[in-house]
């Protein structure tokens, strides 16, 4: 990658690719969110709340791949030409634990944890859109002119 360029680092497929797979884990922890508090505590969950919850799942498996894409071409190189580290850090940390409290929706043992880990997971998911809206917009205003 030439020197200076590293804010164009990720190509139109790698860009689409991100998105898409953003907006479809969005979409779909949100829907899932929704249908999970609409119901009660005592009652099970429905057809469609199921549904949500394995699209998030397939959506957060092609997320991590295509975070994997762009990790050495997007994250590593800003990070290394120092531009964008606030909101990149930030967008990755959010990512990470993420990442972890997913898993530990499966694995955590617990009541208390279990809890924990949930609400963690709701309110790190409900802010990681915008962060990642927040990470390109710093991006493109620090980006010299084409």
């Given at each position: 990658?030439?020197?200076?360029?590293?804010?164009?680092?990720?190509?139109?497929?790698?860009?689409?690719?991100l998105y898409g797979t953003?907006?479809?884990?969005?979409?779909?922890?949100?829907?899932?969110?929704?249908?999970?508090?609409?119901?009660?505590?005592?009652?099970?969950?429905?057809?469609?709340?199921?549904?949500?919850?394995?699209?998030?799942g397939g959506c957060a498996?092609?997320?991590?791949?295509?975070?994997?894409?762009?990790?050495?071409?997007?994250?590593?190189?800003?990070?290394?030409?120092?531009?964008?580290?606030?909101?990149?850090?930030?967008?990755?940390?959010?990512?990470?634990?993420?990442?972890?409290?997913?898993?530990?929706?499966?694995?955590?043992?617990?009541?208390?944890?279990?809890?924990?880990?949930?609400?963690?997971?709701?309110?790190?998911?409900?802010?990681?859109?915008?962060?990642?809206l927040w990470h390109v917009?710093?991006?493109?205003?620090?980006?010299?002119?084409?």
């Amino acid at each position: 990658m030439a020197p200076g360029r590293a804010w164009r680092s990720l190509s139109p497929a790698r860009l689409l690719s991100l998105y898409g797979t953003t907006g479809g884990l969005f979409l779909s922890g949100v829907l899932w969110l929704v249908l999970r508090l609409s119901r009660g505590e005592d009652s099970f969950a429905g057809p469609w709340e199921a549904l949500s919850q394995k699209i998030h799942g397939g959506c957060a498996m092609a997320f991590l791949f295509v975070f994997g894409w762009i990790l050495d071409v997007h994250v590593l190189a800003n990070w290394g030409a120092r531009r964008n580290r606030l909101t990149g850090g930030l967008l990755t940390l959010a990512l990470a634990l993420l990442a972890l409290t997913g898993y530990g929706l499966y694995y955590f043992g617990g009541e208390g944890l279990r809890r924990a880990t949930e609400w963690s997971h709701w309110v790190l998911g409900l802010l990681a859109a915008p962060l990642l809206l927040w990470h390109v917009l710093a991006g493109r205003s620090k980006a010299p002119p084409s």
